[in-house]
């Protein structure tokens, strides 16, 4: 079951403190603030906001599966060109925050850059 956004941004809050790494890299990146309309990162000017969080936390439930090229460019899921290294880390949150929910899938040498996909949560 999808998250509603409160309830995302909650988990994303318990991440505090905490080092998230992105997908392809495993870089590390600690969460050093989260306030009710964004992420801090600690040494990172840029900083992923709550609405385009949700907005990749949506699609992803809508089309099962993100990939870090999906964030790239006139293309992207939020509509515009975004920084990478902004969707590398919302990604790297996302997967941190609700690892339940989903699973990395390495996209490296096909795609060029790795994402998530959905857990099959079915309980046949």
Known sequence: ??????????????????????????????VARVTDEEIEIEGRVTKPTRGDVAEVYRQLWQKGEITGAELLGEGSVLGNAFSNKVGRIILAVLAAAVPDEMEIVDRRGLHGLSGVKLKDLSTD
């Open 1 to 30: 079951r999808m998250l509603s956004e409160k309830d995302l941004w909650q988990r994303i809050r318990r991440l505090l403190g905490q080092t998230v790494y992105t997908l392809d890299r495993r870089r590390p990146n600690r």
